[in-house]
């Protein structure tokens, strides 16, 4: 059972490129986020879905896209990478609302240069 | 809004002393609460989460929580660290009322680092 797996693990940018993230769960969890993980500063949520088609900006959208087109997928995009985005990205799938916990997976340590 | 405060971002404790990693949270509804633990270039693993069906929460390696309503606490407690439990720690809140569908709010998370 491989639970919530990202790819890929590294990523190496130049400023103004392009790049998607990859989220796969295989637990039929119906909600998925993506969050970033800076020194300091703890987890932030970029967006989330709540279900397959639909999505929604959390705290730090900008500069980022996401779609959910098939309900175990949750693609993260960078249209024009930015240094201020280079990040830990994590994302995290959950059964459910409240006290359904958060699954996540092993992340993606990205710089932008 | 519901927010998050861990006091501390660098505890250190002996190995076999005990282990208190403090949390504060701030919510205008009855919240869920949750630990989470994160090992060097890994993701985050769940240690423990508060439901309200017992105050006191025991969860894997031999931590514990307690939720204190009145000092709206919910702190990480182990009696004798050990070398392997080195990692970041982070607190975090859910409210119950409307489901918290935005996720889970995270603290700023606390490194504990465990002397021989």
């Known amino acids: 059972n491989a639970g919530v797996t990202q790819t890929p693990k590294f990523r190496v940018l130049k400023t103004g490129q392009s790049m998607t993230l990859l989220c796969a769960q295989d637990m039929n969890h119906e909600y998925m986020y993506w969050y970033r993980q800076d020194p300091g500063m703890g987890l932030r949520l970029i967006h989330y879905s709540v279900g397959e088609g639909t999505t929604a900006k959390g705290e730090v959208p900008d500069g980022y896209n996401v779609s959910r087109l098939k309900k175990q997928n949750f693609l993260l995009g960078l249209e024009s990478a930015a240094p201020s985005q280079t990040s830990v990205y994590f994302c995290?799938?959950?059964?459910?609302?409240?006290?359904?916990?958060?699954?996540f997976g092993n992340g993606t340590r990205l710089t932008v240069t | 809004a519901q927010s998050v405060t861990q006091l501390g971002s660098h505890v250190s404790v002996s190995e076999g002393a005990l282990v208190l990693l403090r949390c504060n949270y701030s919510s205008s509804v009855p919240p869920y609460l949750f630990w989470y633990v994160q090992y060097p270039n890994q993701g985050l693993q769940l240690l423990l989460k508060?439901?309200?069906?017992?105050?006191l929460v025991k969860g894997i390696n031999g931590f514990e929580a307690e939720f204190k309503k009145s000092e709206t606490s919910f702190h990480l407690t182990k009696p004798s660290a050990h070398m392997s439990d080195a990692a970041e720690y982070f607190c975090a809140v859910s409210e119950y009322s409307g489901g918290g569908a935005d996720g889970l709010t995270f603290g700023k998370g606390t490194h504990l680092i465990i002397q021989p």
């Open positions: 508060y439901t309200s069906a017992a105050t």
């Open positions: 995290a799938s959950r059964r459910g609302q409240g006290n359904s916990p958060l699954h």
